[in-house]
């Protein structure tokens, strides 16, 4: 049995607190994970308790940094449990961890992909197969992968990245342009004949304005 000889609020924050057991720092939890475990002093702990206590807070330090790392933008599942593996947590608190976030509805491979597709078509449009790659490389699943993709038309996504694009080529003439558009549509992914019908409507919509 162990006894809790010591709860001192933490030096850097109130809500931290340190838990000293036999008169000997044992480590840090936060202050509601005091008052949910009952800890007081001359609260003794046998061994099974304490255990169960030290696994919780990892778990719970575990889900933290999931938090943290989801509050940027959406992850994929694979992108969160790479970057828990990278913090050094267990693969049963990490499992925990993702098993939580899913049940919460904050870890969504399908709406993760979703989000990734909207997102470039909205900011950076490119082709599916440049979308299909990105997901794959972040470990989204092959068959959510192309549910997603399957949503991008591709010859509107080519048509609004050429446009931004050639706003800032104006001075340019028809083979300068084409030259330019095509290389930087062949970097979005776009296949041959997506570009030049893209191409060719940009420089008609260029003609054709007063």
């Known amino acids: 049995m162990s006894t809790v000889t010591a709860l001192h609020a933490g030096k850097t924050t109130e809500k931290r607190v340190n838990l000293y057991l036999d008169g000997k720092f044992a480590f840090a939890l936060d202050r509601d994970d005091v008052v949910r475990e009952g800890l007081t002093v001359g609260l003794e702990l046998s061994g099974e308790r ?116 050639a706003s800032r080529l104006t001075a340019l003439e028809y083979p300068e342009l084409r030259q330019r558009l095509g290389d930087f549509l062949r970097r979005r992914g776009f296949t041959y004949s997506v570009i030049d019908q893209t191409i060719r409507r940009v420089w008609e919509e260029r003609r054709n304005t007063p």
């Open 50 to 165: 304490l255990e169960a206590l030290m696994a919780g807070l990892r778990l719970t330090r575990c889900l933290d940094a999931a938090y943290r790392f989801l509050g940027y933008r959406p992850r994929s599942e694979a992108e969160l449990r790479d970057r828990l593996r990278r913090r050094g947590f267990l693969p049963e608190h990490i499992d925990a961890a993702v098993a939580k976030l899913r049940e919460r509805g904050l870890l969504d491979d399908a709406a993760f992909a979703r989000f990734w597709a909207e997102n470039r078509a909205t900011f950076k449009p490119r082709s599916r197969s440049l979308t299909r790659r990105e997901l794959r490389q972040k470990g989204v699943p092959e068959d959510v992968v192309r549910e997603a993709v399957n949503e991008i038309d591709e010859a509107e996504s080519a048509y609004r990245a050429a446009a931004v694009k």
